[in-house]
């Protein structure tokens, strides 16, 4: 099993902050790294795949970066629209696991 | 437009069975992996299962290997999960999921529907 910790749990920002969100597996994933995005009361969203791979129709101030066995989501500047809780997941081994999630929350 | 329509939730007492469904459209369902995601109230996402487009290859979490079935019929554009021996750690909302890409099972996901809940309780 890939162990994933998925940090923080709880962030507090405002609009036009800088967020940065961290995810660290217990082994080597290459890039089969994904990010999502989930608004309450909503099936998730995919924002980036393959570490670093912008989805179609994902806003350029989402951003993926890292390999092997740590991983970054940044968003540059944090619009109301991005107040929700994001998602790490590997597709690497088996069983394909998710981050704990992270709930950006206006401070 | 992808749409995927889960039905098939309900109450059930623990040790009973219960069947989903996911009726896909808008996209070439017979070419795509598609898997079934799960999310307790309050609580994060849970890989369950997964089959290949042609349903030559089936995946499960080790919490549901050998009490959930997955299956899909390409004729109908339809994914189902046999959910049997259900527990109470099993109360979530049962989401269908698209893979990302055509003719490979990559289990990530690029299209889920909006979820059926399913309640293990007596």
């Known amino acids: 099993v890939i162990w994933m910790t998925q940090s923080p749990s709880l962030l507090s920002a405002s609009t036009g902050d800088r967020v940065t969100i961290s995810c660290r597996m217990s082994?080597?994933?290459?890039?089969?790294l994904a990010w999502y995005q989930q608004k309450p009361g909503k099936a998730p969203d995919l924002l980036i795949y393959g570490a670093s791979t912008l989805q179609s129709g994902v806003p350029s101030r989402f951003s993926g970066s890292g390999s092997g066995t740590d991983f970054t989501l940044t968003i540059s500047s944090l619009q109301s629209e991005d107040f929700a809780t994001y998602y790490c997941q590997q597709y690497s081994g088996f069983p394909r696991t998710f981050g704990q999630g992270t709930k950006v929350e206006i401070k | 437009e992808v749409q995927l329509l889960e039905s098939g939730g309900d109450l059930v007492q623990p040790g009973g069975s219960l069947r989903l469904s996911c009726a896909a459209s808008g996209f070439t369902f017979s070419s795509y992996a598609m898997s079934w995601v799960r999310q307790a109230p309050g609580k994060g996402l849970e890989w369950v299962s997964t089959i290949s487009h042609s349903s030559a290859d089936t995946h499960y979490a080790d919490s549901v290997e050998g009490r959930f079935t997955i299956s899909r019929d390409n004729s109908k554009n339809t994914l189902y999960l046999q959910m049997n021996s259900l527990r109470a750690e099993d109360t979530a909302l049962y989401y269908c999921a698209k893979d990302l890409s055509p003719g490979v099972v990559i289990i990530m996901f690029d299209n889920w529907g909006q979820g059926t809940l399913v309640t293990v309780s007596s």
């Open positions: 082994q080597g994933i290459s890039s089969y």
